[in-house]
């Protein structure tokens, strides 16, 4: 089993900056991909960004140019840098990881991007 918990979550102006953690722990060898999904209200659930175990990214059209994600495989932590944050980043913000077929998600936190 892995656990995941993220952190970073809050209330920021449009233009601001926010940087969410997610830490791993329990089982958290061998974990491949981890990820940054979102899902706004009335919205299905979307990838942010996703990194892989040797650090190659992939980004959602909608935030490329404005987030950073990367990972310390040291501390298990994967880490979604947001920066010229706009109101339709609002959203909760959930952590994936995945460990040979099984993928585990993080409870989420709340990002709110105000006007």
């Known amino acids: 089993q892995v656990q995941l918990v993220e952190s970073g979550g809050g209330l920021v102006q449009v233009g601001g900056s926010l940087r969410l953690s997610c830490a791993a722990s329990g089982s958290t060898n061998n974990i491949a991909d981890m990820g940054w999904y979102r899902q706004a209200p009335g919205k299905q659930r979307e990838l942010v960004a996703r990194?892989?175990?040797?650090?190659?990214?992939n980004y959602a059209d909608s935030v490329k140019g404005r987030f950073t994600i990367s990972r310390d495989n040291a501390k298990n932590t994967v880490y979604l840098q947001m920066n010229s944050l706009k109101p339709e980043d609002t959203a909760v913000y959930y952590c994936?990881?995945?460990?040979?077929?099984?993928?585990?998600w993080g409870r989420g936190t709340q990002v709110t991007v105000s006007s």
């Open positions: 994936k990881a995945r460990r040979w077929s099984l993928e585990y």
């Open positions: 990194i892989s175990s040797g650090g190659r990214t």
